[in-house]
């Protein structure tokens, strides 16, 4: 790839916001967010339903974790790869076929008559709904630009934020209305009408743009990639069995397998090549760096602390999954209200947004663990219901104005791998939050013989840890934009000044 390609030359793959906006781009937006919605439900939705699972199929709990396990793993192994096709192919025909085949795996695992298959039907679902993700960014960025990306942003953001924390609100529901042998099967097929709507309308309303790639893959690069994050997540996904302390040996495996990856990625980017992820949007893409790092270190605390919930509602306090998931929703509520504010007041505040989120949430959720740590059993929901919403609050502030601050340099034609690795980042992240929080409740349960109350504030404390190295992270870069005088312009501009600078 030349270095006037990358630097913003005209290309087919800009699509309709490029010269003027598509009058369906509103529609076709909320079309997306419903699948988006609908596939980071199904991260979490699943967890309160293992325990039903494994009754019905008779199952072993090491067998019946994969469900959820091989989700998160079989999303996370193609996030990155798929972006670069559909920056190759076209984003509406990998959305759609990818939605296509999310539908027709809910169905499978929904009507799934052992667990060996079920865990199957959820491994394909992954990869469909790894293909779909990166797709969801890639369109905002070719259908929206200025102020109105922010707040298209702004929405997906929400969408990221509030379907993390609902789902064992909404798992816990379809338990109790689908109440039977068989109920958890509805956790699935919940997808399937759902699915069908936003194919229909998806159909309709995307746009149809030309590709803006030459449809060449990379293939040692995805072979590469692919081996790395399977390398680093599995043992990560396998922590309730003992997979961190076996497979412990894959971790500098994964290392080495991504420095490879970064050299071979080079490689092919000098040879004007297409790889599968070019290393100028690290190198040269001001802000893609540093917002991916902060997204991953964020995702650590924040995907870790609702097991870690969960299991402090349910085993410490006995209550019911819907119960639990209820207690936590003042922190999907004020996620999903400070996502859509922050999109509007992202191109004014720049990365100082993420700045005060990050102290907000990290406020909320300090506050959240001192309460369920002090305050009476009976009572410690409630107390802590104001805490979380300044928390979701805050996380509202930081998840969407980060997506719109990593993406908004990166060349359109770009979009999808850039959008992947972003999401890759997460759920990397997430697993990590997942493995370490969720380990250290039981080691402080272990050690003081079932104090719950300590568990819980010492696991959602380093979650919080983990949330102040997002914090210097942001912090830095917010002044090195204020030192740049950049701290506060819009897309465009900073869009052009990047061009001309690498021009």
């Not at 998931?325 to 947004?353: C, H, K």
């Not at 696991?459 to 992270?473: E, F, K």
Request: aromatic share 8%.
């Amino acid at each position: 790839m030349d270095r006037g390609t990358w630097t913003g030359g005209r290309s087919r793959g800009d699509g309709p916001a490029k010269d003027r906006p598509d009058p369906n781009r509103w529609r076709a937006l909320w079309v997306t967010l419903v699948a988006g919605f609908m596939i980071l439900l199904d991260v979490t939705i699943v967890a309160v339903a293992l325990p039903s699972m494994q009754r019905d199929l008779d199952a072993s709990p090491a067998a019946v974790q994969w469900v959820v396990s091989g989700y998160a793993l079989a999303f996370a192994l193609t996030l990155v790869t798929a972006g670069r096709i559909g920056d190759a192919f076209g984003r509406r025909r990998v959305f759609l076929l990818a939605l296509t085949a999310f539908v027709v795996c809910s169905a499978a695992a929904g009507a799934a008559p052992t667990v060996a298959l079920l865990v199957v039907a959820r491994l394909a679902q992954g990869v469909a709904a790894g293909s779909l993700a990166p797709q969801n960014s890639a369109l905002i960025q070719q259908l929206f630009r200025g102020a109105e990306r922010g707040r298209a942003f702004g929405l997906f953001g929400a969408t990221v934020g509030v379907s993390s924390a609902v789902g064992p609100v909404v798992g816990g529901l379809i338990l109790a209305l689908a109440d039977g042998p068989q109920g958890w099967r509805w956790i699935f097929y919940v997808n399937v009408p759902v699915g069908i709507v936003a194919l229909l309308l998806g159909s309709r309303l995307l746009p149809r743009v030309a590709p803006g790639g030459r449809g060449r893959l990379d293939p040692l690069g995805v072979v590469l990639l692919g081996s790395a994050i399977l390398a680093v997540m599995l043992p990560l996904v396998l922590a309730e069995a003992d997979g961190v302390r076996r497979l412990w040996w894959l971790f500098p495996m994964g290392l080495l397998l991504l420095a490879g990856f970064a050299a071979w990625e080079r490689r092919v980017a000098g040879r004007a090549g297409e790889p599968l992820l070019d290393p100028r949007l690290l190198t040269s893409t001001r802000g893609y760096a540093t917002g991916a790092s902060l997204a991953a270190l964020y995702f650590v605390g924040f995907s870790g602390v609702w097991l870690v919930f969960a299991l402090f509602f349910q085993n410490g306090l006995g209550y019911s999954p819907l119960r639990s998931g209820l207690a936590v929703t003042p922190f999907a509520v004020g996620s999903a209200t400070a996502a859509a504010v922050a999109g509007r007041l992202v191109d004014r505040l720049g990365r100082l947004l993420t700045v005060c989120g990050l102290v907000a949430v990290m406020a909320g959720l300090g506050t959240t663990a001192l309460v369920l740590w002090l305050a009476p059993e009976d009572m410690a929901a409630w107390l802590a219901a104001p805490a979380l919403l300044v928390g979701g609050l805050g996380s509202g502030c930081v998840i969407s104005p980060n997506v719109t601050m990593t993406l908004r340099e990166v060349p359109v034609r770009m979009a999808g791998a850039a959008g992947g690795a972003l999401q890759t980042g997460q759920r990397v992240g997430g697993a990590v939050g997942t493995a370490v929080l969720p380990g250290l409740f039981y080691l402080v349960l272990n050690a003081t013989h079932d104090d719950y109350r300590g568990a819980v504030a010492l696991s959602v404390g380093s979650g919080v840890a983990v949330m102040l190295c997002a914090l210097a992270v942001a912090v830095v870069d917010w002044r090195r934009d204020r030192s740049d005088g950049r701290g506060h312009c819009p897309p465009e501009a900073s869009h052009s000044h990047t061009h001309a600078s690498q021009g």
